[in-house]
């Protein structure tokens, strides 16, 4: 086994330094003219585009309008373009999406409830986006990555940065502010991500060479980049309104684990005979705090139970360069240490290096604990079906990995003893450790809570404020 690279790539994305997971450059907007009537229907897709309705805002339009889509497999065939292939797998996932669960959300739109999707997808649809996903080596179904967030931005000054107010989609469901809010956010959050990468690689590269100053400098700056990546986050409230997810959240729904809308699965007409199941798009797909739990060791707690399956299973909905990335990391910290780096910070006496590997743990469980609190307003307390886009039960699976984040934050609190510090960290590690037993506690009331037959969304949303761990005052 070699030792983590310096960076992964598969010509659109490069992980590493210069540009964490983000795209090596600007996504193409728009298709190239060979493909212009489905650029034609993506443009004119969207529920609201402005002021005038799109398809999406007539029940049945977009099925009609597929009718007319001419069949691209043989172009798509030639492409060899990594970047219009990339392109070309963004309009056709949006198109599937839309085409199968436009019933589903009509329905909603008049009962409140989700409705059947069509388990359907003709052959001008599934024939060339198969192809595609091919090229891609990914699942032939709206993904976070290539599709609906990392590949699916533009900046609206060229020169600005990647600041969510200054993104807009390439293609939209809904085509309100909310939407472009919500998934631009993603974007936002990960123009920070070169630093946290970076810095990943070298506290590895410090460890191996038992450099203590070196460590210290480059934990201290992964957990200033994850402060920095959660004062973005909680922009969420601001970005998209919660009372609004519904006008969207449908159409990134997955077939996998949604029986209630796809049954059996979708058939993809002239590429298989029995029809498919594949997951949705999900906020789960993001590489930062996947990478931070291999890095920091939280993955070592993960109980053995279906929620941790479900997010290893996640790991294969990536692109092939970041599955990669991961198991190199993970396969790095345990050349280092069977326990995870905290244990080889420990066998080096770099008390002050774990000091800012516990202040990492630290905005990890903020970064879950809001995302929970996402659930509980976004979610829990805006709609009556209970599954994630992703397929699995949204009241479970963030509790179950806060849980092995405090788990890992107790054991380097342990190791950390009473060892001396510098005022810097020594400040960081009293302050993490007189706060840990709040945070278990609040868990576990909202826990409580939701276990019963009957619950209120709002009283758990409103714990939060109660243990003064609100993400929105934070």
């Known amino acids: 086994m070699g030792f983590i690279k310096k960076e992964y790539s598969d010509g659109f994305f490069n992980v590493g330094k210069k540009n964490g997971f983000l795209p090596q450059q600007k996504p193409l907007e728009t298709l190239p003219k060979r493909y212009s009537k489905l650029q034609e229907i993506l443009d004119n897709m969207p529920v609201k585009i402005n002021d005038k309705s799109g398809y999406l805002d007539h029940p049945g ?20 373009d990594i970047m219009i292939i990339q392109a070309l797998y963004r309009g056709y996932c949006f198109l599937a999406s839309a085409y199968t669960l436009e019933p589903s959300f009509q329905h909603f739109r008049k009962t409140g409830n989700y409705g059947k999707a069509t388990s359907f997808l003709p052959k001008q649809i599934a024939q060339p ?65 070169p630093s946290l990468v970076g810095s990943v690689i070298d506290v590895l590269h410090a460890l191996n060479n038992n450099d203590t100053d070196a460590a210290i400098k480059s934990l201290k700056e992964n957990h200033d980049t994850m402060k920095l990546m959660n004062s973005s986050r909680r922009e969420m409230w601001k970005a998209s309104r919660w009372n609004h997810y519904n006008d969207f959240r449908v159409f990134i729904m997955g077939v996998k684990g949604n029986e209630e809308l796809f049954g059996d699965g979708v058939i993809y007409d002239g590429v298989w005979d029995e029809p498919k199941q594949f997951r ?27 929620l941790t399956k479900y997010l290893l ?19 790095t910290v345990l050349s280092l240490s069977n326990d995870g780096i905290s244990s080889i910070l420990f066998e080096q006496k770099n008390f002050n290096g774990l000091s800012y590997l516990l202040g990492i743990l630290e905005e990890i469980y903020h970064f879950r604990n809001g995302h929970w609190q996402f659930v509980q307003k976004y979610i829990m307390a805006n709609t009556k079906y209970a599954k994630a886009t992703g ?9 179950n990995q806060m849980k092995a984040v405090m788990n890992e934050m107790k054991n380097v609190i342990k190791l950390i003893g009473n060892n001396k510090l510098h005022d810097a960290s020594a400040k960081l590690y009293i302050e993490v450790k007189n706060n840990i037993d709040r945070k278990v506690d609040l868990l576990n009331h909202q826990l409580e809570i939701i276990n019963k037959k009957t619950f209120s969304a709002k009283k758990v949303f409103d714990l939060n404020e109660k243990y003064n761990l609100s993400d929105k005052s934070n």
Not at 153 to 177: A, E, T, Y
Not at 282 to 306: C, L, R, W
Not at 313 to 331: G, M, N, T
């Open 129 to 193: 986006f198969v192809e595609v996903s091919k090229k891609l080596d990914v699942y032939p179904w709206l993904d976070y990555h290539y599709a609906y967030s990392l590949g699916n931005f533009k900046k609206i000054d060229q020169k600005g940065d990647h600041k969510w107010s200054n993104l807009d989609m390439c293609v939209r469901f809904s085509g309100q502010p909310d939407e472009v809010g919500f998934i631009m956010l993603h974007v936002d959050i990960n123009q920070h991500s």
């Open 391 to 399: 397929g699995t039960p949204i009241i479970s699976w963030l509790p």
């Open 280 to 306: 949705g798009q999900t906020g789960a797909q993001d590489d930062i705090i996947p990478m931070e739990d291999i890095f920091s060791g939280v993955i070592k707690h993960y109980p053995k139970n279906e």
């Open 313 to 331: 299973d996640l790991r294969s909905y990536r692109p092939k360069c970041i599955q990669q990335f991961f198991k190199d990391l993970e396969e």
């Open 61 to 80: 339009q977009i099925h009609k309008e597929v009718n007319s889509l001419p069949n691209y497999y043989e172009k798509v065939c030639a492409e060899l």
